[in-house]
């Protein structure tokens, strides 16, 4: 690993290594002091004692012995052979169950045996987290099973504590597989940061290469014209302007490959156009294509007045028509009546440059200058470079938003699917319980489903599922939301609606699933459904005890005859 700069993975396996070592030393120290100084005067002058202590020295030099073969092996190949990485793990497990059993260190020496499986868990994942966890309790076991028996010999029958032993070792695996549970969450999100940062930074490598490409032909380029003599002043600045150029697009390139919010990057972006270009504002303008206007997302004018006269009236046409054709503005003496939003501000002289790619426009960069005359065509295009680049990373982040975003949805009926439903409900469950307002779970299923799907087909039985989810979602809050649960059955959320409030908005869309009429050429049919309805924290004091009373409600309803809503039994009565 010398002369080459360590991956992330090998940068936590070295520091698992350390942390086993300092445990190790740690426990060494507190072993001998224990039974050096600290134990009776009468048994250290013991020589079954002294004994003891001497082979528990040569002990400790085999264990750093191995500590410092495990540091080799991990130089060598532990990361790239699966094989020898599990084993080394299983084997420092086994020392440490060893240690535990057949020495009077103490309980707290089996912390050690946690270390293997939360480093295992988190760069292998679950799966390899799991068997080091098993195959290291059989050792354990088949080593507490001979200590026992030993006991059980020596003493002609079972020790007192024998049962403490016992449930110890039981509780050691528990707490292992816990373990080997919460890494594995943090080695699913450790793999998505990694593929969300791999996946930008690869985006730009293609670029940057580009630009790299751009920067030689420039150099060779102007290394020809310092061969005339009476053009070198004018070749050294040109040339001079273009490392120049280069050196800021390579802060850019980096920007983008470090800072993953789009927000972010925006931000830091208008601050690196400010100090390259030299104008007096700068401001990113951003593009909404549902109402087809302009607004002013990041800008460093610092004066209200000044800020109330561009954003009042940034949309305007000739920035909108620019912005349409994908064409850029220069303006050395600006003209206040064709950009209001220079007006009474001092600006003289203007660029905007759009943000566009083949597929999306998202807004614009202008920059602006109290002096007249201030801007070129080489400004233009330099800016056109930075637009490109940051067009590419917003369609990116875009399209990363939506991909996540499907992943949250069922592909049938277009609403949130159940795993989705998981993670709402626990982040709703909390801010309520926080906050202390009510949170309201409505459980319903469509009537007799089965009967549509046997009479008229699995595609009208899918078609029907829509069109109820679609009835039901046209209705809700923004802030409430509706998922599929499973087959025909659904969920909502409803924040902030205590249970006599969501019961009548159940009953109310009750009523609008029977009075709607799905149709499908000939056939048309109307359906009802069953709602169970319960609310934190009127019914229910758990998350699960909220999705259960809710359940439990649907069946209620569903045994009362359909097409009914009930609500879960109250925990107390309301304050009136």
Not at 5 to 11: A, G, I, N, V, Y
Not at 141 to 156: D, F, T
Not at 369 to 377: E, I, K, Q, V, Y
Request: hydrophobic fraction near 40%; include cysteine.
């Amino acid at each position: 690993m010398k002369g080459r700069r360590l991956s992330k993975c090998e940068t936590y396996e070295l520091t698992y290594l350390r942390t086993s070592v300092i445990f190790l030393i740690a426990s060494a120290v507190i072993y001998f002091v224990d039974n050096i100084f600290l134990k009776d005067k009468s048994l250290i002058a013991d020589p079954a004692h002294r004994a003891k202590m001497i082979w528990s020295g040569v002990i400790c030099v085999l264990v750093f012995a191995l500590q410092w073969a495990r540091y080799k092996v991990f130089r060598s190949f532990l990361l790239d052979n699966i094989l020898v990485y599990c084993l080394e793990k299983i084997l420092f497990s086994s020392l440490v169950s060893a240690i535990a059993i057949y020495s009077d260190i103490g309980v707290w020496f089996y912390i050690g045996f946690l270390l293997p499986v939360c480093m295992t868990t988190y760069i292998k994942g679950k799966r390899y987290g799991n068997c080091l966890v098993f195959v290291s309790s059989i050792i354990h076991m088949s080593m507490l099973y001979g200590k026992l028996s030993a006991l059980v010999r020596e003493a002609g029958g079972f020790p007192s504590d024998i049962r403490r032993t016992i449930g110890m070792a039981a509780s050691l695996y528990v707490i292992s597989f816990i373990c080997v549970y919460f890494f594995g969450e943090l080695y699913k999100h450790r793999l998505e940061d990694e593929f969300q940062s791999t996946y930008t930074t690869e985006q730009f490598d293609e670029r940057y290469k580009m630009l790299e490409n751009e920067r030689d032909d420039i150099v060779q380029k102007y290394v020809r014209l310092i061969s005339s003599s009476d053009k070198l002043e004018e070749s050294n600045k040109t040339l001079s302007k273009s490392i120049a150029e280069f050196y800021t697009l390579n802060q850019i390139s980096q920007a983008i490959g470090s800072i993953l919010d789009t927000r972010e990057l925006l931000k830091r972006l208008n601050d690196i156009i400010l100090g390259v270009v030299g104008g007096s504002y700068s401001t990113i303008i951003l593009y909404d294509e549902e109402s087809e206007r302009l607004k002013v997302h990041t800008t460093n004018i610092n004066d209200p007045d000044d800020l109330a006269v561009i954003k009042d009236n940034i949309n305007s046409g000739i920035l909108l028509d620019a912005l349409m054709e994908g064409k850029y503005i220069l303006e050395n003496n600006v003209d206040y009546y064709q950009y209001l939003f220079a007006c009474g501000r001092n600006i003289n002289s203007l660029m905007c440059i759009p943000l566009t790619t083949s597929a999306r426009k998202y807004g614009m960069i202008l920059v602006e200058h109290t002096l007249s005359n201030a801007f070129d065509s080489e400004n233009v295009r330099f800016l056109r470079i930075i637009a490109q680049q940051v067009g590419i990373v917003m369609e990116n982040a875009e399209l990363y938003v939506k991909m996540k975003e499907m992943a949250r949805k069922d592909g049938l009926t277009g609403i949130y699917n159940r795993q989705y439903f998981q993670e709402r409900l626990q982040f709703e469950f909390k801010e309520a319980q926080k906050n202390g307002w009510p949170l309201s779970l409505v459980i319903y299923d469509i009537d007799h489903f089965k009967k549509f799907n046997d009479m008229y087909g699995h595609l009208f039985g899918d078609k029907v599922l829509k069109s109820v989810a679609e009835v039901v979602a046209s209705t809700l809050r923004k802030e409430d939301m509706i998922a599929r649960y499973g087959g025909e059955e659904f969920t909502i959320l409803l924040p902030r609606t205590s249970l006599d409030e969501a019961y009548e908005k159940v009953e109310t869309l009750r009523k609008m699933i029977s009075r709607h009429v799905i149709e499908d050429n000939l056939i048309s049919v109307s359906v009802t459904a069953s709602f169970g309805v319960s609310t934190f924290d009127e019914c229910a004091l758990t998350e699960n005890d909220l999705v259960r009373t809710a359940d439990d409600a649907l069946y209620e309803a569903k045994a009362a005859g359909r097409n009914c809503v009930m609500t879960a039994r109250r925990l107390y009565e309301p304050k009136h």
